[in-house]
């Protein structure tokens, strides 16, 4: 069954440090996402991609944050400049589609743990 | 805006036991609703989805869920419960086209 795969699961950085946390959505997905669960808190939506642009993000998702597709297959979360509140677990997912069809289903990956030192 | 409450924070059950794990929502328009599982070390996996038609709705390994629009719930429920079901469950609304917004989770101790 395919899955959504994400690397590495765990990644520890200095603060200020620049991260890239990757994600390998289903080959036949269009829309791509990326949550956070801070330690005991709720799974926070960043943002949502389709057609190589953001589609919509939330107000935790500032300059500091960015995605990209570099390639067919891949879909990054770049943080640029990491601070100690961005330890989190990161979560990357992909749909078909949108809207609440049968097919906007979104399967998640497994995860990647941040921490910042 | 769009929310959900998740109202037990961690929920123990014997094996074989019936379980419920709440979830309310708020919305000012339609919604679709979501139960998510996660299992020790891995990603969130739907259990069951609720989009329109009947209220009642099932996963494959017996969970239900029932949409109430009067009482904005959507409360997850199963007669019998496995070790097998120890995990973390989280609710979940689709807020606009794109995402999720999520419960703070229920966590489900099955014990022998």
């Known amino acids: 069954e395919p899955e959504v795969t994400q690397t590495p699961s765990h990644q520890v950085t200095q603060m200020g440090q620049e991260v890239i946390l990757r994600c390998v959505p289903i080959?036949?997905?269009?829309?791509f996402y990326w949550y956070r669960q801070i330690l005991g808190q709720k799974v926070e939506f960043l943002v949502s991609?389709?057609?190589?642009?953001?589609?919509?993000k939330s107000e935790i998702f500032d300059d500091q944050f960015s995605v990209e597709r570099p390639d067919g297959s891949n879909f990054t979360l770049k943080i640029r400049s990491t601070k100690l509140e961005d330890s989190a677990m990161y979560f990357c997912?992909?749909?078909?589609?949108?809207?609440?069809?049968?097919?906007?289903?979104?399967?998640f990956g497994p995860g990647t743990r941040l921490t910042v030192l | 805006a769009q929310s959900v409450t998740q109202l037990d924070s961690q929920v123990p059950v014997f094996e074989e036991a019936p379980v419920e794990l709440r979830c309310n929502y708020s919305?000012?328009?339609?919604?679709?609703l979501f139960w998510y599982v996660q299992y020790p070390n891995q990603g969130l996996q739907l259990l069951l989805k609720?989009?329109?038609?009947?209220?009642l709705v099932e996963s494959i390994n017996g969970f239900e869920a029932e949409f109430n629009k009067s009482q904005t719930s959507f409360h997850l429920r199963k007669p019998s419960v496995h070790i097998s079901d120890t995990a973390e469950y989280f609710c979940?609304?689709?807020?606009?086209?794109?995402?999720?917004?999520f419960g703070a989770g229920t966590r489900l101790a099955v014990h022998p």
């Open positions: 609720y989009l329109s038609g009947s209220t």
């Open positions: 080959s036949n997905h269009l829309y």
């Open positions: 919305s000012s328009v339609s919604v679709y």
């Open positions: 979940a609304v689709s807020g606009g086209y794109n995402k999720l917004i």
């Open positions: 997912a992909s749909s078909v589609n949108r809207g609440g069809g049968s097919t906007d289903t979104q399967y």
């Open positions: 991609f389709y057609n190589n642009e953001i589609s919509e």
